[in-house]
């Protein structure tokens, strides 16, 4: 049982954890001091503790291109390129820009 703090005339427990399932008994003893009625009051007060989690999320975009080692002059040269996000977010908005063949 945690030790008993006096405040302002009135002795207070500070329970900082308090699992599930889990009971925390606090037996009090006292005696009157005088003859009458003898009332007894407990306050229970609390903090609720809430959290929240977020996933923190990232995209990862990978561009590869693929082209032939040679070709003929005048020939048409067969570009591929692909975009990949290996990452865990979204990638709502890219761009992709290639550079322009020299004339000849």
Known sequence: MPAAQ???GKLVWV???LDPKETVKITVTGMAVEAGCVKTCAKVTYDILTCANANATQPSLKLTKEAPAEVLLCDNIPLKFTV???GTALQATW?????CLKDG
Do not use: V
């Open 6 to 8: 006096a405040d302002a």
């Open 15 to 17: 329970i900082e954890k």
């Open 84 to 86: 990949t996000n290996n």
């Open 95 to 99: 761009w992709l820009r290639t550079h």
